[in-house]
C-alpha cells in the first residue's frame, strides 16, 4: 500500500511501522506512568574482593515489572527513557532508593548506572550531592559507573564534570570496558578511579587462549594507568581464579550472586560476617 505524504507525494506505506510506533509510544506511555508512581524498583547485584571472596558492594540496578506484560529488560527500557528524557527521572529514582537503602550497609559500597543525557545535564551534579546529603551518605561510597561513549563525544564537558565530581569525593568507574572501540590510552586523561571489564571479554577466557590474553592484556593496561580493576559476567569458578591470577581486584557476576532484592543482600552481609571466625580458624 501506498499513503500520500502529505505535501501531494506518495511514498511507499508500511502498516508494521505503524504498529511498532503504536507499540514505542505505549511503552514509552507506560514507563513514564511507573516512574511517576515510583514502580521502577532496584535489585542489588554484589561484588566481591577477589582474594577473600567476601562482598565488597553493591552495584543498582533498575527493575521494572510492566503491567499487564511482565517484566521488562532494562536493555529495553533504559535506551527508551534514554530518547524520551525519562532518564533524568529514572535515575535519580534508582539513586535516591539505593541511597537510602545503603543506609542499612554500613560496610558496602553503592554503584549506580549514569547515561549520558544525565550527565550532560548542568543540574546533575548538584542533585547527586542533594541526594548524598538526605541520605547521609558519604561520598567516597559512591561510585557512579558511565561507557565511554560520553567522553569520547564530549571530552572537555565530560572532564569538567567528573572533576566537580572527584571534588566531592564520588568516585567514577569506566563501565563495560573492552566492549567498545576507544583506547586505555585515550581514557588515560579522564583518570577513571576504576574499570569495570566488559562480560563479553570475560566470557570465554577459560576456553579460548586468545580471550584469555586479550583478558590479561586489558587488566595489564588498566592497572599500568593505576586503574583498579572490576570483571563483570563472572559465571564459574575457573573464571574467578583466572581473573584473581590476572590482577581484578573485585569480581561481579551470578557466580557470587545475580541482582536480588535488598533483604538478599542482608542476608548475604551477614553470612560473610558469620563466616569470618570459621575462615579465621580454618587458617
Ligand atoms: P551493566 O551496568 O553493565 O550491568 C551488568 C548487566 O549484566 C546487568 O544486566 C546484570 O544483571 C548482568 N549480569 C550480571 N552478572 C552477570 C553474569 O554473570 N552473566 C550474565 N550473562 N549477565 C550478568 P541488567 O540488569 O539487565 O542491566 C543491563 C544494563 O542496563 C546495565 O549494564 C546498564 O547499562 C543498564 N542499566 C541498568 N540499570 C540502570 C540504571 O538505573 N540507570 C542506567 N542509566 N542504566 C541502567
Ligand atoms: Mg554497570
Ligand atoms: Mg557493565
Ligand atoms: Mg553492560
Redesign the pocket.
Known sequence: RSKEDGRGRWTLYDPSMDDEREMRNQLELDLRAAIERQEIG??Y?PFVRSNNGRIAGV?????WTREGYGPV???VF?PV??STGL?DL??MC?LRSACFELRQWPELTLS????PG?FRDPAFVGRVEEILQAADIEPRRLTL?L?ETYFIQNPARARQTLEMLRGMGIRVAL??FGAGFSSVGYLRQFGFDRV?I??TLVQDITENQRSAELLHATVALARALDMPVTA????TGAQADALRLAGCELL????FG??SPAEEITRIVRQSYDSLPKMRAAE
Open positions: 532496584v535489585a547485584q552495584e543498582a540496578l533498575a527493575r529488560s532494562p536493555d533504559i527513557a534514554e532518564i529514572l535515575g534508582v549506580v548506572n549514569v547515561s544525565q559507573e561507557t563501565d563495560d569495570k566488559d562480560k563483570e559476567g563472572v559465571e561481579q557476576g551470578y557466580l545475580r541482582p
